[in-house]
């Protein structure tokens, strides 16, 4: 399984940028999908998930701004990130959680898309 992000990029503080992440490979089941970020110096930490039947859940820090959404039948996920301040800046990851009956239960993660935005 193999995650693709894109959509990062250098924003002035109160603009808005779109990720978007597709899963590609021999995938038998995508549960929840999600988007973590990483600040130079600091863990990474969620930011928004989503379930398989489209649930969402976000980290207080970005709710209100940040929208994530998610389309099935292009096994891809969206965050529409309005509102963008400073301390947003970091590597954004997508990741996903899957299950085969091969395998089990197994998380993969994309490659990373940088989001810098200035002050």
């Known amino acids: 399984v193999q995650l693709q992000a894109s959509g990062g990029g250098l924003v002035q503080a109160g603009g808005s940028l779109r990720l978007s992440c597709a899963a590609s490979g021999n995938i038998f089941r995508l549960n929840d999908m999600g988007w973590y970020r990483q600040a130079p110096g600091k863990q990474r930490e969620l930011v928004a998930k989503i379930t398989s039947g489209g649930n969402p859940d976000y980290a207080d820090s970005v709710k209100g701004r940040f929208t994530i959404s998610r389309d099935n039948a292009k096994k891809s996920i969206y965050l529409q990130m309005n509102s963008l301040k400073p301390e947003d800046t970091a590597v954004y990851y997508c990741?996903?959680?899957?299950?085969?009956?091969?395998?089990?239960?197994?998380?993969?993660w994309g490659q990373g898309t940088l989001v810098t935005v200035s002050s």
């Open positions: 990741n996903a959680d899957t299950w085969s009956p091969y395998f089990g239960s197994r998380i993969y």
